[in-house]
Each structure stands twice: as structure tokens, then as C-alpha cells.
């Protein structure tokens, strides 16, 4: 995905369209990402879902280091190479 270099660590674009990417893929193809809040080693991110714009109840957590993202009940994504 154009502007993603996790080899340099996640920031908070690159996380943003990490979550986008990975609510898209997994869980929704209309939604997007909220909040995005800086949790030390990794990044928890709120995820925005459906055409009434849900909030969902558990937050996205990528791993600023190596990009891995985690959401309980959904897939675990070691790369986003993997989407």
C-alpha cells in the first residue's frame, strides 16, 4: 500500500491507513478509522463501521515497531501483506 514503510516503525498516517486497510479487508467495507491514540509501543485505534457509522466496542492495536495488528475476534495480522 502506497506510504507504508513499516521497516522505520508505524507512525499515525501510516497507522490510520493500517486501520482503514484492515476494517475494509476483515470486518466492513464501509467505514473507517476514529481515534487514534498513542498507547507507548503500539497504537489503539478506534474503528468506525456501516452506514450508521457504529462505533465498535474494541479498539485496533498496531504495533508500532513491526505493524502487527490485533482486534479481539478478528483476525490477527502479522503484515499488511498479509491483507
Request: hydrophobic share 35%.
Amino acid at each position: 500500500m502506497e506510504g507504508i514503510d513499516v521497516s522505520d516503525g508505524v507512525n499515525r498516517e501510516e497507522a490510520d491507513k493500517l486501520s482503514r486497510l484492515y476494517l475494509s479487508e476483515f470486518i466492513n467495507d464501509c467505514g473507517t478509522s476514529g481515534e487514534i491514540d498513542d498507547k507507548g509501543g503500539f497504537w489503539e485505534v478506534e474503528l468506525i463501521e456501516g452506514y450508521a457509522a457504529d462505533r465498535m466496542k474494541d479498539k485496533l492495536r498496531i504495533d508500532k515497531e513491526t505493524g502487527r495488528m490485533t482486534l479481539r475476534k478478528f483476525p490477527t495480522v502479522i503484515g499488511y501483506g498479509e491483507i
